[in-house]
């Protein structure tokens, strides 16, 4: 049986690999495997005529049999790929060492919050330590630059909320928030819950709208902050219901929650995690959520859409990475963090933030980014939004 002429090419190729390997190239393989001499051969072979061993060809007089031909073959393609995996440039598995998990935000918010068990269950499921990076500044911008800069390896990646979109509209960012980034995953989203002081007249959005279109600009709304998502809500709610409500900020969700409660304000547009204790002890009345549906954390207090349709205002958190991730680094994130979301454990945890687990590919994400972005810019523009560079 002789070679085919597919199968002696393939053969060439083979050792031409080998020959090029470093195990060949090296002194040590040239002592111990001289190069034969080249002969002629004739064609043919009978079993018991001289071929000069298994690998040595034949000694002149006739050229190595199938079998040794065929084992000849083998051996070249196995040293090839051995070579190949002894060389710098083999790819290997991800993640080999370390990975950083950027939170940009300080240590105890809800993104932070949120990025601690995700490290630690991806620490077990990759086998290399998750490790969460507490980059806080500008709004969560400090962070974002720092990986949209950084090496798309796969061993910078982000976790962020829905202030990222915001930040977009509100500020001249060094980077853009939709091209600059390869969206991995939406992990959770929530919604802003508005909330009225029990001495105020109104119990329904409908009231409130009908409150403040008779009494221009003496209904006070609290945020946590100039630029904030629940400030933000309100210039969209303003904008929608064609009402002048007083807009006064605050230094954060704990002092415009105790203005809210002592009754310096009216009315807010808070995050359901601090709301939903004092609503339950009747501190304060629930008006309605920003959701486009109805919170299983409150399933009786409606949405604001319910009376001002196309009315949506989503707080959100999503994973993303610098832009020109491989596509199957983003698939394994997206993969295993889908499932630990939606874990029994995990919507626990998430149900007592506030948060409905999402998930979903990453392009659905970036849709919710794009969406973000395009909304606050136009909200920014005819409220005439200013606020610090």
Do not use: C
């Not at 090839?80 to 790819?91: D, T």
């Not at 629940?230 to 954060?252: D, M, N, R, S, W």
């Not at 601090?274 to 409606?302: D, N, Q, Y």
């Amino acid at each position: 049986m002789r070679m085919t002429a597919s199968r002696r090419e393939f053969a060439r190729f083979a050792v031409t690999l080998v020959a090029a390997s470093p195990f060949a190239t090296s002194p040590s393989f040239a002592r111990r495997n001289p190069p034969l001499p080249i002969v002629p051969f004739a064609r043919g072979g009978r079993t018991g005529s001289r071929r000069g061993g298994w690998f040595g060809g034949g000694d002149g007089a006739r050229p190595p049999g199938s079998w040794q031909g065929a084992l000849r073959w083998l051996a070249a393609a196995l040293l090839a790929l051995a070579s190949l995996g002894a060389s710098p440039g083999f790819a290997q598995k991800y993640p080999t060492k370390p990975i950083r998990l950027i939170v940009p935000f300080a240590p105890g918010g809800g993104t932070d919050t949120l990025a601690r068990p995700i490290a630690q269950r991806l620490t077990q499921v990759f086998g290399q330590t998750v490790v969460v990076d507490n980059r806080p500044g500008a709004g969560g911008s400090v962070g974002a630059e720092m990986t949209v800069r950084a090496e798309p390896d796969g061993y910078t990646i982000i976790i962020v909320s829905g202030s990222f979109g915001a930040n977009a509209a509100l500020h001249k960012l060094p980077y853009d928030s939709v091209k600059d980034i390869q969206p991995i995953i939406l992990v959770g989203t929530t919604g802003l819950l508005a909330t009225m002081h029990p001495s105020a007249p109104i119990k329904s959005t409908s009231e409130l709208i009908a409150y403040a279109r008779a009494n221009p600009g003496k209904l006070n709304f609290g945020s946590a902050g100039a630029g904030g998502l629940g400030h933000l809500a309100l210039e969209l709610f303003k904008l929608e219901t064609k009402t002048q409500i007083t807009h006064v900020p605050y230094k954060g969700s704990g002092p415009v929650m105790t203005a809210l409660l002592a009754g310096e304000v009216h009315s807010s547009f808070s995050s359901l995690v601090p709301s939903i204790p004092h609503v339950k002890a009747g501190r304060l009345r629930p008006i309605a959520i920003t959701t486009p549906r109805r919170s299983t954390a409150l399933p009786e207090v409606p949405t604001v859409g319910e009376t001002v349709p196309g009315f949506e205002v989503v707080h959100w958190y999503g994973i993303w990475g610098p832009k020109g991730l491989p596509p199957a680094i983003v698939k394994l994130w997206n993969t295993e963090v889908a499932k630990f979301i939606h874990t029994e454990e995990m919507k626990k945890q998430l149900a007592a933030e506030g948060l409905e687990p999402a998930g979903g590919p990453p392009e659905q994400f970036l849709e919710r980014v794009r969406s973000d972005v395009e909304k606050w810019k136009r909200v920014v523009r005819e409220a005439g939004i200013v606020v610090g560079q």
